[in-house]
């Protein structure tokens, strides 16, 4: 099946840091999320990306679609405890009922 | 509050034994999706339905099995044929077909422990 590779597999970053993880294919994808985890829950929609080269921020967060529709990156500015927790990218099939997602990466922010 | 509820939070069942987890919505979605989560890894489709009375294997359906009788709930039965049961369960949902704007909502999840 697809497989998204997702990177770096964990960070440990110190409060104010910026930063920023991506996730590559070697398919081609029409739509692009992230997804965030936190410890024992289900993972929430942080943003979702539909044009290459599309780039699209909520909050401190900024993700974008890659031009060749086959990465994607996501930019978390100054870090606070509170973004501890594993981002997912995830890409739809083109019949729009699937989703695939990448390994995660988990982010630990020390105070 | 509308949302996705799944329950219990935390299961125990003995090896060998069938176990069914609920999955309730009252977003008035049409599909519904069942992942497990290991640890450290991704999220990986089991089974999911677009529309009442109807399902399609995903990419691990083997050993699970679900129905779809009602729009609001998504039943999943973790059978003694899974081969390694315990994991994270995750219930989603959508519009019928996920497109711009209409992405997948996921509930809490119900941990399975097999003993």
């Known amino acids: 099946g697809q497989q998204l590779n997702q990177s770096p597999q964990s960070m440990f970053i110190q409060e104010g840091e910026d930063v920023s993880m991506n996730c590559t294919s070697s398919?081609?994808?029409?739509?692009w999320l992230w997804y965030k985890q936190d410890p024992g829950e289900g993972p929430v929609l942080l943003i979702a990306?539909?044009?290459?080269?599309e780039l699209t921020s909520n909050g401190r967060l900024t993700a974008q679609f890659g031009i060749t529709r086959k990465d994607s990156f996501l930019n978390i500015s100054a870090s606070i405890p509170s973004d501890v927790g594993i981002y997912f990218c995830?890409?739809?099939?083109?019949?729009?009922?699937?989703?695939?997602f990448g390994g995660g990466t988990r982010l630990m922010v020390k105070p | 509050d509308g949302g996705i509820t799944q329950s219990p939070k935390y299961l125990f069942r003995k090896e060998g034994q069938n176990v069914t987890l609920s999955c309730e919505q009252n977003?008035?979605?049409?599909?519904m999706y069942w992942y497990r989560q290991d640890p450290g890894q991704g999220l990986r489709l089991i089974y999911y339905?677009?529309?009442?009375?109807?399902?399609q294997k995903g990419d691990i359906a083997e050993g699970y099995s679900v129905s779809r009788e009602k729009k609001e709930s998504f039943p999943l039965t973790v059978t003694s044929a899974q081969k390694n049961p315990t994991a994270f369960y995750l219930c989603?949902?959508?519009?019928?077909?996920?497109?711009?704007?209409?992405?997948?909502?996921f509930g809490p999840g119900t941990r399975l422990t097999v003993l």
């Open positions: 398919s081609i994808f029409n739509t």
């Open positions: 990306l539909y044009k290459a080269g």
């Open positions: 989603a949902s959508s519009t019928r077909f996920s497109g711009r704007y209409n992405e997948q909502f």
């Open positions: 995830a890409v739809r099939n083109n019949a729009g009922n699937m989703l695939t």
């Open positions: 977003l008035n979605h049409d599909a």
């Open positions: 339905s677009q529309i009442v009375n109807d399902f």
